[in-house]
């Protein structure tokens, strides 16, 4: 167990072949206008992704169990936006810190600005919710019921449960002389219940957290009705307080500051020190109480006194507190209403021939591969390499990234495996990835056990870059076999999440990858790369220097990019500086988004749209037209909005890093400089088709409002692209045939 080296001896990853190019240059100074803002706030761009989420929800468009499960995922994004983003401005107001935003914005103001953003997205989710969803389910056989409603047989039947399943596990805690105020967990649903002594007519508060194991909601006999779960408890109270008079019962919920907090230049062992910063974690300190609409004054005060909160930091809400229980309706066995089942196909490429399995080694030798998740399968790509690889007699060595990782790895029970039969397997698994510090502390030790070198990163960065080299002994020698991605090597999200790999066996990557491994596992002052960027040191001044070369072009000059996040600064003013000389620039960013878009004398040739639909869209691509004289029409037959289809040529980047300072300068990002023709085309073809829908994209305008773009054509990318892998994977089994 070690860490290497920190930042200041990081490669910078300038390109070879570009070395006797132009001179690398910062982003060049943009005159102000007065009254023109140059950013938006990022903190505002979060919330007004989350607010697109929000309007799957109640979209006509989406089956009715799958605008539950919208609803759900846009309030797991809200607390993850209060445990982090909000805690950090938090922080920054502990310490002192009153500095203001890119944009301008002190940290009061933004904090200000977030709670009015907020409640507003509140009441409209408690809308969509009580006026729309749930008497659409009561339509279509699903009923969401009061605990009043029941009948005599229903409240007998939920008496047992709760007898049975949860007075059990039920842990009622007071608070008086002799009771401290309990601890609340982050994210816990809680009840808070006033209760009174009849004797001696005394008053005491207790808190009954609901176990998390419990269901959220608690179905009914007739397999129709669910009531909520606290209801049910609610209803119940005399048997967890016998004796008392019980005055008040209400559900509540606590947000907790979830940062990962390290001071790693003093932590001898990394391991050792997350661990202890994970438990220190679960104290982490308060940052918003939510509560229902009807909460007692007296207790909801009480409450944010006991938690260190402000009246600022109390949010009421109308319907459900854990919307997160929506979850367990979309797991109901209603077909009718969720989309329609998508299984990922096997690349065409990698099809069995004649029920004998692929030789995917020989596939990739013969020419690259690229792999299109979650439309083509992860498992019979990405992990089948790293499994063929695993159990290859003449397979030396395996190095891999491991930034988040399944519950069931199959790529880390293949690593494993492989260390099992002898080979060399070295393994860097990033401890400080937010929300699975645990379970990849819990992959290294397994990784450990069996003799893998498991190494946990680099002082002072995270590694999240997504890569892996395979060393393989051939008849003509070593031969090296690579994997770079965009996606983590994750089962579970790759059948959700967009992502691209490429599999290769270019000699030039294979050398790259050989290189950053030596960095990341041992001491190096690598600098040069042959395809490959590397952050912290290079990615941003490689990206603003080929911005800069598109500017020479002038109108002739054309970028188009796909990512998630678009916030740093230099980038962004390079990117402006593109737009005033000429250069036509289309932006496809699924969250955050700092850059303003079509403002007259700052971006007026900057399109930005964003798409947000079924899968999470997650690829990163890079492409810098180079001059590349403009053609007509589009590769996918649907026709892009304006302007006209992608150049023939030019070049084309993809990889893990975001345009973000923490992606620029605090983590190991791989970009790959894409060679393949083949794969070329199939990157233009995604990004066109991503610029020709108008199902589920949205466009950012000059005043930065995001609308929704006018369904015209009704051109959905992400229906486009399943059409497209099934059409690729019957051409390959009919090639084999």
Known sequence: MRMSQGPATVATGASRDDAAGPALVAAPDLPERAGVRRYINRELSVLEFNRRVLALAESPAQPLLERAKFLAIFSSNLDEFFQVRVAGLKDQM??????????????????????????????????????????????????????????????????????????????????????????????????????????????????????????????????????????????????????????????????????????????????????????????????????????????????????????????????????????????????????????????????????????????????????HHPYESF???????????ADDPNVLAIKQTLYRTSGDSPVVTALIRAAEKGKQVAALVELKARGDEAANIGWAKALEQVGVHVVYGLIGLKTHAKVALVVREEPGGIRRYCHIGTGNYNSSTARLYEDIGILTASPALGEDLTDLFNFLTGYSRQETYRQLIVAP????????????????????????????NLVDAQVIDALYSASRAGVQIDLVVRAMCSLRAGVRGLSENIRVRSLVGRYLEHSRIFYFGE???????????????????????????????????????????????????????????????????????????????????????????????????????????????
């Not at 498992?379 to 690889?389: D, G, H, L």
């Not at 959905?716 to 090639?735: C, D, P, W």
Request: charged content about 25%.
């Open 379 to 389: 498992a019979t790509s990405t992990e089948a390499f790293i499994q063929s690889a």
């Open 94 to 371: 502990a310490a002192g810190l009153s500095g203001t935003a890119p944009e301008g914005s002190p940290v009061s103001d933004q904090l200000r600005a977030i709670r009015g953003e907020v409640e507003k997205m509140l009441v409209r989710r408690s809308e969509i919710y009580s006026t729309s969803l749930v008497p659409e389910l009561a339509a279509a056989g699903i009923r969401l019921v009061p605990w009043g409603s029941l009948g005599k047989a229903d409240v007998a039947y939920a008496e047992s449960l709760f007898e049975s399943q949860m007075f059990p596990v039920l842990t009622p805690l007071a608070v008086d002389p002799g009771h401290p105020f309990p601890y609340i967990s982050n994210l816990s649903l809680n009840l808070a219940v006033m209760v009174r002594d009849p004797r001696r007519g005394e008053r005491r508060f207790a808190r009954i957290k609901i176990p998390p194991l419990l269901p959220g909601v608690v179905g009914l006999p007739d397999g129709e009705r669910f009531v909520a779960i606290e209801e049910v408890i609610g209803a119940f109270l005399p048997e967890l307080f016998p004796g008392m008079e019980i005055e008040s019962c209400h559900a509540f919920r606590v947000i907790r500051n979830a940062d990962l907090t390290l001071a790693e230049e003093e932590a001898d062992d990394l391991l050792e020190a997350v661990e202890m910063e994970l438990r220190r974690r679960r104290f982490g300190r308060a940052v918003c109480l939510e509560v229902d609409s009807s909460f007692d004054p007296e207790v909801r005060d009480l409450l944010a006194r006991e938690l260190d909160l402000h009246a600022e930091d109390v949010y009421q809400t109308e319907g459900l507190l854990d919307y997160g229980r929506l979850w367990a309706l979309h797991d109901l066995d209603r077909p009718d209403l969720k989309d329609e089942p998508f299984s990922p196909v096997t690349p065409a490429r990698l099809l069995p021939v004649d029920s004998e399995p692929p030789d995917i080694f020989a596939a990739i030798a013969s020419d690259d591969i690229v792999v």
């Open 537 to 564: 040191l290079a990615v941003r001044s490689r990206i603003v220097e080929l911005i800069g070369r598109e500017s020479s072009h002038g109108s002739a000059g054309r970028i188009v990019w796909k990512l998630n």
């Open 627 to 737: 001059g590349s004289p403009a053609v007509g029409g589009s590769s996918n037959g649907a026709g892009p909005t304006a302007p006209a289809a992608l150049p023939l040529g030019g070049r084309y980047l993809i990889g893990s890093a975001d345009m973000m300072e923490r992606n620029l300068d605090r983590r190991v990002e791989a970009l790959v400089d894409v060679a393949s023709p083949e794969i070329q085309a199939r990157l233009r073809e995604i990004l066109e088709t991503e610029l020709a829908d108008d199902e589920l994209a949205w466009e950012l305008g000059p005043d930065d409002n995001w609308r929704k773009v006018p369904v015209i054509k009704h051109f959905n990318a992400q229906r486009h692209f399943q059409q497209l892998a099934v059409a690729r994977a019957k051409r390959g089994t009919q090639s084999k045939l």
